[in-house]
Protein backbone atom coordinates (compact mmCIF):
# COMPACT_ATOMS: atom_id res chain seq x y z
CA UNK A 1 0.00 0.00 0.00
CA UNK A 2 1.33 3.29 -1.14
CA UNK A 3 1.42 6.43 1.19
CA UNK A 4 -1.15 7.84 -1.55
CA UNK A 5 -3.87 5.31 -0.61
CA UNK A 6 -3.65 5.84 3.37
CA UNK A 7 -3.97 9.71 2.86
CA UNK A 8 -6.92 12.26 2.69
CA UNK A 9 -8.00 12.66 -1.31
CA UNK A 10 -11.00 14.47 -1.39
CA UNK A 11 -10.70 17.49 1.18
CA UNK A 12 -7.72 18.05 3.74
CA UNK A 13 -7.83 18.63 7.61
CA UNK A 14 -6.77 22.25 8.52
CA UNK A 15 -3.64 21.34 9.62
CA UNK A 16 -1.22 18.40 9.11
CA UNK A 17 2.56 17.41 10.05
CA UNK A 18 4.56 15.29 7.91
CA UNK A 19 7.87 13.65 8.03
CA UNK A 20 10.90 12.06 5.89
CA UNK A 21 14.27 13.49 4.40
CA UNK A 22 13.31 16.49 3.08
CA UNK A 23 15.54 18.01 -0.02
CA UNK A 24 14.63 21.48 -0.89
CA UNK A 25 16.60 24.46 -2.46
CA UNK A 26 20.21 22.32 -2.72
CA UNK A 27 19.52 20.95 0.97
CA UNK A 28 19.37 17.36 2.20
CA UNK A 29 17.47 17.54 5.81
CA UNK A 30 17.51 13.81 6.98
CA UNK A 31 15.29 13.97 9.58
CA UNK A 32 12.86 16.69 8.13
CA UNK A 33 9.25 17.65 9.23
CA UNK A 34 6.91 19.67 7.08
CA UNK A 35 3.59 21.16 8.85
CA UNK A 36 0.76 22.27 6.24
CA UNK A 37 -1.77 25.01 7.19
CA UNK A 38 -4.78 24.38 5.36
CA UNK A 39 -2.88 24.97 1.82
CA UNK A 40 0.15 26.68 2.77
CA UNK A 41 3.46 25.58 4.78
CA UNK A 42 3.76 26.43 7.93
CA UNK A 43 7.34 24.99 8.90
CA UNK A 44 9.78 23.12 6.82
CA UNK A 45 12.68 21.71 8.66
CA UNK A 46 14.37 19.72 11.39
CA UNK A 47 11.88 17.82 13.48
CA UNK A 48 13.35 18.84 16.56
CA UNK A 49 12.95 21.83 15.42
CA UNK A 50 9.28 22.09 15.33
CA UNK A 51 6.91 22.32 18.62
CA UNK A 52 3.45 21.76 17.61
CA UNK A 53 2.57 24.31 21.19
CA UNK A 54 4.49 27.01 19.08
CA UNK A 55 1.97 27.05 15.69
CA UNK A 56 -1.53 27.50 16.88
CA UNK A 57 -3.90 24.53 15.57
CA UNK A 58 -1.15 21.99 15.47
CA UNK A 59 -1.68 20.89 19.01
CA UNK A 60 -4.63 18.42 17.02
CA UNK A 61 -2.87 18.34 13.61
CA UNK A 62 -3.07 15.19 11.72
CA UNK A 63 0.08 13.30 11.54
CA UNK A 64 0.28 11.48 8.22
CA UNK A 65 2.05 8.44 7.66
CA UNK A 66 4.64 7.51 5.25
CA UNK A 67 7.03 4.83 4.59
CA UNK A 68 10.54 4.49 6.46
CA UNK A 69 13.00 6.19 4.25
CA UNK A 70 10.60 8.81 2.29
CA UNK A 71 11.71 11.39 0.45
CA UNK A 72 9.75 14.98 1.00
CA UNK A 73 10.77 17.45 -2.15
CA UNK A 74 8.30 20.32 -3.46
CA UNK A 75 6.04 19.69 -6.13
CA UNK A 76 7.75 19.47 -9.29
CA UNK A 77 7.56 22.60 -12.30
CA UNK A 78 7.94 21.45 -15.94
CA UNK A 79 8.66 24.54 -18.39
CA UNK A 80 8.07 22.53 -21.36
CA UNK A 81 5.34 19.91 -21.90
CA UNK A 82 2.76 19.01 -24.63
CA UNK A 83 0.52 16.48 -22.58
CA UNK A 84 0.81 12.72 -20.98
CA UNK A 85 -1.80 9.79 -20.28
CA UNK A 86 -3.11 10.22 -24.38
CA UNK A 87 -4.03 14.03 -23.53
CA UNK A 88 -2.61 17.04 -25.97
CA UNK A 89 -2.22 20.58 -25.47
CA UNK A 90 -1.25 21.14 -29.02
CA UNK A 91 -4.39 19.94 -30.53
CA UNK A 92 -6.13 22.78 -27.90
CA UNK A 93 -9.24 20.31 -27.34
CA UNK A 94 -10.59 20.85 -23.73
CA UNK A 95 -11.21 17.06 -23.29
CA UNK A 96 -7.99 15.80 -24.10
CA UNK A 97 -6.17 18.90 -22.29
CA UNK A 98 -7.68 18.49 -18.67
CA UNK A 99 -6.92 14.41 -19.09
CA UNK A 100 -3.50 15.41 -19.31
CA UNK A 101 -3.68 17.84 -16.70
CA UNK A 102 -5.07 15.24 -14.40
CA UNK A 103 -2.20 12.93 -15.11
CA UNK A 104 0.63 15.48 -14.64
CA UNK A 105 -0.29 16.41 -11.47
CA UNK A 106 -1.39 13.09 -10.24
CA UNK A 107 2.53 12.23 -11.78
CA UNK A 108 4.15 15.22 -9.25
CA UNK A 109 4.44 17.72 -11.63
CA UNK A 110 1.97 20.10 -9.43
CA UNK A 111 2.95 23.26 -11.77
CA UNK A 112 3.49 23.28 -15.71
CA UNK A 113 3.40 25.41 -18.89
CA UNK A 114 0.78 24.39 -21.50
CA UNK A 115 3.12 23.82 -24.26
CA UNK A 116 1.68 24.06 -28.16
CA UNK A 117 3.27 23.89 -31.47
CA UNK A 118 3.69 25.27 -34.49
CA UNK A 119 0.64 25.06 -36.12
CA UNK A 120 -2.10 27.59 -38.09
CA UNK A 121 -2.69 31.10 -36.79
CA UNK A 122 -5.97 30.02 -35.86
CA UNK A 123 -5.07 26.77 -33.98
CA UNK A 124 -2.62 28.90 -31.75
CA UNK A 125 -5.13 31.21 -31.14
CA UNK A 126 -7.61 28.46 -30.01
CA UNK A 127 -5.42 26.38 -27.76
CA UNK A 128 -4.70 29.83 -26.30
CA UNK A 129 -8.22 31.14 -25.39
CA UNK A 130 -8.49 27.09 -24.13
CA UNK A 131 -5.00 27.35 -21.82
CA UNK A 132 -6.58 30.75 -20.85
CA UNK A 133 -9.62 29.30 -19.11
CA UNK A 134 -7.24 26.44 -17.50
CA UNK A 135 -5.11 28.84 -16.02
CA UNK A 136 -7.74 31.18 -14.24
CA UNK A 137 -8.99 27.81 -12.86
CA UNK A 138 -5.56 27.86 -11.67
CA UNK A 139 -4.95 24.24 -13.48
CA UNK A 140 -1.82 25.26 -15.57
CA UNK A 141 0.24 28.14 -14.56
CA UNK A 142 0.38 29.48 -18.32
CA UNK A 143 1.46 28.85 -21.75
CA UNK A 144 4.75 28.09 -23.76
CA UNK A 145 4.59 28.53 -27.60
CA UNK A 146 7.07 26.73 -29.36
CA UNK A 147 7.16 27.85 -32.15
CA UNK A 148 5.85 29.01 -35.11
CA UNK A 149 9.11 31.82 -35.72
CA UNK A 150 11.87 28.49 -35.85
CA UNK A 151 13.99 27.44 -38.23
CA UNK A 152 13.21 25.14 -41.39
CA UNK A 153 16.53 23.26 -41.08
CA UNK A 154 15.96 22.83 -37.83
CA UNK A 155 12.22 22.10 -37.15
CA UNK A 156 12.72 18.48 -35.71
CA UNK A 157 8.81 17.47 -34.78
CA UNK A 158 7.72 20.79 -35.85
CA UNK A 159 5.66 20.48 -38.96
CA UNK A 160 7.54 22.69 -41.56
CA UNK A 161 4.35 23.85 -43.33
CA UNK A 162 3.51 25.91 -40.59
CA UNK A 163 6.67 27.55 -39.65
CA UNK A 164 6.84 31.54 -40.35
CA UNK A 165 8.93 34.00 -40.24
CA UNK A 166 8.63 36.51 -37.79
CA UNK A 167 5.54 38.43 -38.04
CA UNK A 168 4.79 41.25 -35.55
CA UNK A 169 1.19 41.55 -36.37
CA UNK A 170 0.69 37.90 -35.58
CA UNK A 171 2.93 38.42 -32.35
CA UNK A 172 0.67 40.99 -30.84
CA UNK A 173 -2.34 39.06 -31.83
CA UNK A 174 -1.02 35.72 -30.07
CA UNK A 175 0.06 38.30 -26.91
CA UNK A 176 -3.85 39.84 -26.85
CA UNK A 177 -5.45 36.54 -27.21
CA UNK A 178 -2.82 35.60 -23.98
CA UNK A 179 -4.46 37.77 -21.68
CA UNK A 180 -0.49 37.54 -19.76
CA UNK A 181 -0.30 34.19 -19.47
CA UNK A 182 1.60 33.61 -22.75
CA UNK A 183 4.77 33.19 -20.17
CA UNK A 184 7.66 32.22 -22.70
CA UNK A 185 8.12 31.74 -26.21
CA UNK A 186 10.65 29.73 -27.98
CA UNK A 187 12.21 31.63 -31.73
CA UNK A 188 15.26 31.20 -34.05
CA UNK A 189 17.28 34.15 -33.75
CA UNK A 190 18.83 34.18 -37.19
CA UNK A 191 15.47 34.41 -39.06
CA UNK A 192 14.53 38.09 -40.30
CA UNK A 193 12.77 40.01 -37.87
CA UNK A 194 13.81 38.07 -34.83
CA UNK A 195 15.45 41.11 -33.16
CA UNK A 196 11.90 43.12 -33.36
CA UNK A 197 10.32 40.06 -31.70
CA UNK A 198 12.20 39.42 -28.71
CA UNK A 199 11.78 43.01 -28.23
CA UNK A 200 7.98 42.57 -28.57
CA UNK A 201 7.90 39.28 -26.44
CA UNK A 202 9.81 41.10 -23.45
CA UNK A 203 8.28 44.40 -23.57
CA UNK A 204 4.92 42.08 -22.84
CA UNK A 205 6.56 39.86 -20.10
CA UNK A 206 7.08 37.03 -22.57
CA UNK A 207 10.30 35.64 -21.66
CA UNK A 208 12.15 34.78 -25.12
CA UNK A 209 13.58 31.37 -25.16
CA UNK A 210 16.08 30.30 -28.04
CA UNK A 211 15.59 27.06 -30.06
CA UNK A 212 14.64 25.12 -33.11
CA UNK A 213 17.41 27.28 -34.56
CA UNK A 214 20.46 26.56 -36.84
CA UNK A 215 22.12 29.96 -35.85
CA UNK A 216 26.17 30.57 -34.88
CA UNK A 217 27.17 31.04 -31.85
CA UNK A 218 27.71 34.81 -32.33
CA UNK A 219 24.14 34.96 -33.06
CA UNK A 220 22.78 32.98 -30.00
CA UNK A 221 24.81 35.10 -27.61
CA UNK A 222 24.13 38.47 -29.42
CA UNK A 223 20.28 37.25 -29.19
CA UNK A 224 20.43 35.84 -25.72
CA UNK A 225 21.89 39.43 -24.45
CA UNK A 226 19.60 41.35 -26.20
CA UNK A 227 16.37 38.88 -24.28
CA UNK A 228 18.07 39.49 -20.84
CA UNK A 229 18.44 43.53 -21.18
CA UNK A 230 15.30 43.73 -22.51
CA UNK A 231 13.32 41.71 -19.81
CA UNK A 232 15.61 43.91 -17.15
CA UNK A 233 14.73 47.25 -18.75
CA UNK A 234 10.85 45.97 -19.14
CA UNK A 235 10.36 45.06 -15.17
CA UNK A 236 7.52 43.10 -14.78
CA UNK A 237 6.56 42.23 -11.37
CA UNK A 238 6.92 38.36 -11.40
CA UNK A 239 8.42 38.09 -14.70
CA UNK A 240 12.62 36.49 -14.43
CA UNK A 241 15.01 38.65 -16.25
CA UNK A 242 16.81 35.25 -17.44
CA UNK A 243 15.87 34.20 -21.15
CA UNK A 244 15.92 30.69 -21.59
CA UNK A 245 17.50 28.19 -23.94
CA UNK A 246 14.73 25.49 -25.53
CA UNK A 247 15.88 21.83 -25.34
CA UNK A 248 19.51 22.65 -24.92
CA UNK A 249 21.40 20.11 -27.89
CA UNK A 250 18.47 19.06 -29.62
CA UNK A 251 16.69 21.42 -32.58
CA UNK A 252 20.24 22.59 -32.95
CA UNK A 253 23.70 22.17 -34.80
CA UNK A 254 26.05 20.11 -32.88
CA UNK A 255 29.11 21.89 -31.22
CA UNK A 256 31.85 21.32 -33.90
CA UNK A 257 35.85 22.84 -32.78
CA UNK A 258 35.62 24.93 -35.74
CA UNK A 259 31.92 25.77 -35.93
CA UNK A 260 30.91 25.99 -32.27
CA UNK A 261 27.01 27.13 -33.31
CA UNK A 262 24.72 28.13 -30.88
CA UNK A 263 25.55 25.27 -28.17
CA UNK A 264 28.35 26.90 -27.12
CA UNK A 265 27.28 30.72 -26.35
CA UNK A 266 24.06 28.94 -24.65
CA UNK A 267 26.41 27.05 -22.42
CA UNK A 268 28.38 30.13 -21.81
CA UNK A 269 25.43 32.43 -20.92
CA UNK A 270 24.54 29.66 -18.89
CA UNK A 271 28.04 29.38 -16.61
CA UNK A 272 27.80 33.27 -16.61
CA UNK A 273 24.06 33.12 -14.94
CA UNK A 274 22.80 35.35 -17.84
CA UNK A 275 20.56 32.23 -19.59
CA UNK A 276 18.67 29.48 -18.02
CA UNK A 277 19.28 26.37 -19.92
CA UNK A 278 16.74 23.64 -20.30
CA UNK A 279 17.86 19.40 -20.36
CA UNK A 280 15.63 16.68 -21.57
CA UNK A 281 17.59 14.67 -19.11
CA UNK A 282 15.07 11.52 -19.62
CA UNK A 283 17.78 8.81 -21.28
CA UNK A 284 16.55 9.03 -25.17
CA UNK A 285 17.52 13.19 -25.89
CA UNK A 286 20.58 13.27 -24.51
CA UNK A 287 23.12 10.43 -23.15
CA UNK A 288 23.29 10.40 -19.27
CA UNK A 289 27.35 11.60 -19.79
CA UNK A 290 26.03 15.15 -21.63
CA UNK A 291 23.25 15.80 -18.78
CA UNK A 292 26.04 14.93 -16.25
CA UNK A 293 28.80 17.70 -17.84
CA UNK A 294 26.13 20.36 -18.46
CA UNK A 295 25.46 20.04 -14.50
CA UNK A 296 29.34 20.40 -14.23
CA UNK A 297 29.38 23.18 -16.21
CA UNK A 298 27.52 25.43 -15.37
CA UNK A 299 25.42 24.41 -12.40
CA UNK A 300 21.63 23.42 -11.32
CA UNK A 301 20.65 26.66 -10.84
CA UNK A 302 21.29 27.57 -14.47
CA UNK A 303 19.53 24.90 -15.64
CA UNK A 304 15.71 23.31 -15.58
CA UNK A 305 15.06 20.14 -16.47
CA UNK A 306 11.82 19.36 -18.68
CA UNK A 307 10.08 16.54 -20.24
CA UNK A 308 9.11 17.69 -23.26
CA UNK A 309 6.31 15.16 -22.92
CA UNK A 310 3.59 14.12 -25.72
CA UNK A 311 0.21 12.07 -25.12
CA UNK A 312 1.96 8.96 -25.08
CA UNK A 313 3.85 10.20 -21.45
CA UNK A 314 2.39 7.26 -18.51
CA UNK A 315 1.23 4.84 -21.71
CA UNK A 316 2.21 2.03 -23.70
CA UNK A 317 3.72 1.93 -27.19
CA UNK A 318 1.13 2.87 -29.75
CA UNK A 319 0.02 5.57 -32.29
CA UNK A 320 -0.28 9.32 -31.36
CA UNK A 321 -0.68 12.85 -31.99
CA UNK A 322 1.88 15.82 -31.41
CA UNK A 323 -0.47 18.60 -32.53
CA UNK A 324 -1.05 17.94 -36.25
CA UNK A 325 1.26 15.83 -36.70
CA UNK A 326 1.30 12.19 -36.62
CA UNK A 327 3.56 10.05 -33.72
CA UNK A 328 4.66 6.47 -33.69
CA UNK A 329 5.86 5.65 -29.84
CA UNK A 330 8.61 2.01 -29.87
CA UNK A 331 9.89 0.95 -26.72
CA UNK A 332 9.05 4.46 -25.23
CA UNK A 333 10.53 6.32 -28.24
CA UNK A 334 8.14 9.12 -29.42
CA UNK A 335 9.39 9.30 -33.14
CA UNK A 336 7.69 11.73 -36.33
CA UNK A 337 5.91 9.49 -38.48
CA UNK A 338 7.06 11.84 -41.43
CA UNK A 339 10.55 12.03 -40.79
CA UNK A 340 11.50 9.65 -38.17
CA UNK A 341 12.18 12.73 -36.13
CA UNK A 342 12.16 12.30 -32.13
CA UNK A 343 8.53 13.83 -31.15
CA UNK A 344 8.83 14.77 -27.83
CA UNK A 345 8.91 13.07 -24.43
CA UNK A 346 7.38 9.82 -23.07
CA UNK A 347 9.09 10.47 -19.10
CA UNK A 348 7.50 11.97 -16.47
CA UNK A 349 9.63 14.91 -14.28
CA UNK A 350 9.86 12.47 -11.72
CA UNK A 351 11.68 10.38 -13.92
CA UNK A 352 13.03 12.63 -15.68
CA UNK A 353 14.95 13.92 -11.94
CA UNK A 354 15.49 9.88 -11.59
CA UNK A 355 17.32 9.40 -14.67
CA UNK A 356 19.45 12.79 -13.72
CA UNK A 357 20.37 11.18 -10.47
CA UNK A 358 21.28 7.96 -12.08
CA UNK A 359 23.48 9.95 -14.31
CA UNK A 360 25.84 11.08 -11.58
CA UNK A 361 23.57 14.62 -10.54
CA UNK A 362 23.26 14.56 -6.99
CA UNK A 363 19.86 14.45 -5.57
CA UNK A 364 19.70 17.79 -4.64
CA UNK A 365 20.85 19.60 -7.28
CA UNK A 366 18.50 17.12 -9.57
CA UNK A 367 15.53 18.47 -7.39
CA UNK A 368 16.96 21.83 -7.76
CA UNK A 369 16.69 21.95 -11.55
CA UNK A 370 13.21 20.56 -11.25
CA UNK A 371 11.70 22.72 -8.51
CA UNK A 372 13.11 26.26 -7.56
CA UNK A 373 14.88 26.81 -10.90
CA UNK A 374 11.84 26.72 -12.99
CA UNK A 375 9.82 28.30 -10.49
CA UNK A 376 12.16 31.18 -10.83
CA UNK A 377 12.03 31.10 -14.30
CA UNK A 378 8.06 31.51 -13.92
CA UNK A 379 8.39 34.35 -11.34
CA UNK A 380 6.64 32.59 -8.85
CA UNK A 381 9.52 32.19 -6.20
CA UNK A 382 7.27 33.56 -3.71
CA UNK A 383 5.32 30.56 -4.20
CA UNK A 384 6.20 27.30 -5.79
CA UNK A 385 9.22 25.51 -6.17
CA UNK A 386 10.60 24.71 -2.73
CA UNK A 387 9.48 23.35 0.94
CA UNK A 388 9.57 26.85 2.97
CA UNK A 389 6.98 28.57 5.49
CA UNK A 390 4.19 30.58 3.46
CA UNK A 391 4.59 28.58 0.00
CA UNK A 392 1.88 26.22 -1.02
CA UNK A 393 1.68 22.80 0.21
CA UNK A 394 2.92 21.63 -3.18
CA UNK A 395 4.73 17.93 -1.67
CA UNK A 396 5.91 14.49 -3.94
CA UNK A 397 6.68 11.98 -1.20
CA UNK A 398 8.89 9.00 -3.04
CA UNK A 399 10.49 5.90 -1.74
CA UNK A 400 14.50 5.95 -1.25
CA UNK A 401 14.46 4.74 -4.64
CA UNK A 402 12.89 8.26 -5.95
CA UNK A 403 9.06 6.12 -7.18
CA UNK A 404 5.73 8.17 -6.49
CA UNK A 405 4.05 7.07 -2.94
CA UNK A 406 2.17 10.63 -2.71
CA UNK A 407 1.39 13.56 -4.29
CA UNK A 408 0.05 16.86 -2.40
CA UNK A 409 -1.20 19.83 -4.31
CA UNK A 410 -2.47 22.96 -2.69
CA UNK A 411 -2.56 21.27 0.54
CA UNK A 412 -5.00 18.43 -1.03
CA UNK A 413 -3.30 14.80 -1.11
CA UNK A 414 -4.23 13.41 -5.33
CA UNK A 415 -5.39 9.96 -5.32
CA UNK A 416 -3.57 7.49 -7.62
CA UNK A 417 -5.09 7.50 -10.53
Not at 382 to 397: F, H
Request: charged share 15%.
Amino acid sequence: MTAADRLPTSSAPSHQIIKGTIVSDGEVVEDGLVAIEGDRIAYAGPADGFDPAAYEGFQSAIRLGVPSGSYLIPGLVDVHCHGGNGGDFPGGEEASARKAVDFLHRSGTTTFLASMVTAPPEDLLRGIQLYVKLADEGLVAGIHLEGPFLSHARCGAQNPDYLLEPDLDLMEELVGAAAGKLATMTYAPELPGAAALVDLMTSHGVTPSLGHTDCDDATAAASLAAAREGLESAGFDGVSSLPTVTHLFNGMPPMHHRAPGPVAACLRMAQEGKAVVELIADGTHLAPSTVATVFQLVGATNIVLVTDSMAAAGLSDGSYMLGPSPVTVSDGVATLDATGSIAGGTATLLEVVRKTVGAGVALPDAVCSATAVPAAVLGLSDEIGGLRRGLRADIVVTNADLELTGVMRNGLWLSES
